[in-house]
């Protein structure tokens, strides 16, 4: 929650230069340094055509200024945490094999509000490659445990979703065998096989045909036959 502030007479003190103190104060602009915009920017917000209408209503320049400021600070960190799908279909199948990769998307899956199914098991799958590149052994347990219950879970609450089988189905093949995580590998393989042909998705379809043709050990040749027709 942000501070009340007010000076000596009870006026508000919530000026911009306070603003940019208190950022300052808290470290956001550190935090977020690879992508942090000076806070003249949300200034010149407030002369855009698309905030007169605030304006009016608010009748005050500097009020304006200072909503659009405070809009910027909740709004900024949650916009950093959210990957859009289409990045995460392309980052993916990079993680196993870079730990910035790997780290990147963990974080940014961390921060994300998201909660439907589909996130839920990119989550999943991202806990257990990140637990490859983690040393402690317990963490790495501890990884591998809860990336493998929110799959389960992201599966419980839309099985039929053949993405999350290819995510499940990436993470059967790719941990350790001693893990036993691995019921569900013909499963999900014949799963995708069967409804391959319906996705309309043509970024979805790329995505599953790269696992199947360039990353999975499961599927001979005449069945990689399937996944190469448009």
């Given at each position: 929650?942000?501070?009340?502030?007010?000076?000596?007479?009870?006026?508000?003190?919530?000026?911009?230069?306070?603003?940019?103190?208190?950022?300052?104060?808290?470290?956001?602009?550190?935090?977020?340094?690879?992508?942090?915009?000076?806070?003249?920017?949300?200034?010149?917000?407030?002369?855009?055509?698309?905030?007169?209408?605030?304006?009016?209503?608010?009748?005050?320049?500097?009020?304006?200024?200072?909503?659009?400021?405070?809009?910027?600070?909740?709004?900024?960190?949650?916009?950093?945490?959210?990957?859009?799908?289409?990045?995460?279909?392309?980052?993916?199948?990079?993680?196993?094999?870079?730990?910035?990769?790997?780290?990147?998307?963990?974080?940014?899956?961390?921060?994300?509000?998201?909660?439907?199914?589909?996130?839920?098991?990119?989550?999943?799958?991202?806990?257990?490659?990140?637990?490859?590149?983690?040393?402690?052994?317990?963490?790495?347990?501890?990884?591998?445990?809860?990336?493998?219950?929110?799959?389960e879970q992201a599966l419980e609450n839309?099985?039929?979703?053949?993405?999350?089988?290819?995510?499940?189905?990436?993470?059967?093949?790719?941990?350790?065998?001693?893990?036993?995580?691995?019921?569900?590998?013909?499963?999900?393989?014949?799963?995708?096989?069967?409804?391959?042909?319906?996705?309309?998705?043509?970024?979805?379809?790329?995505?599953?045909?790269?696992?199947?043709?360039?990353?999975?050990?499961?599927?001979?040749?005449?069945?990689?036959?399937?996944?190469?027709?448009?």
């Amino acid at each position: 929650m942000l501070p009340s502030w007010s000076g000596k007479s009870g006026h508000s003190c919530w000026t911009m230069k306070n603003i940019e103190y208190r950022i300052q104060e808290t470290g956001i602009h550190k935090r977020y340094s690879s992508v942090y915009y000076p806070l003249s920017f949300v200034s010149c917000l407030a002369s855009l055509p698309f905030v007169t209408k605030v304006r009016r209503l608010l009748g005050n320049p500097k009020e304006t200024q200072m909503v659009l400021t405070m809009a910027f600070l909740i709004g900024f960190p949650l916009f950093l945490g959210a990957q859009d799908l289409g990045t995460l279909r392309k980052k993916y199948p990079m993680a196993s094999k870079d730990s910035l990769v790997a780290k990147e998307l963990f974080v940014s899956l961390e921060q994300s509000a998201k909660r439907d199914a589909l996130t839920l098991a990119y989550k999943g799958a991202i806990y257990t490659i990140r637990a490859k590149f983690t040393k402690p052994i317990k963490k790495k347990k501890s990884l591998v445990r809860e990336g493998i219950a929110l799959l389960e879970q992201a599966l419980e609450n839309d099985g039929d979703n053949i993405e999350i089988r290819c995510l499940r189905l990436s993470v059967q093949e790719h941990l350790p065998k001693f893990i036993k995580y691995h019921g569900h590998i013909g499963e999900d393989k014949e799963f995708i096989l069967a409804h391959f042909a319906e996705i309309t998705s043509k970024d979805l379809k790329a995505f599953l045909r790269e696992y199947v043709l360039q990353h999975s050990k499961v599927f001979n040749d005449s069945e990689k036959q399937l996944v190469r027709i448009p």
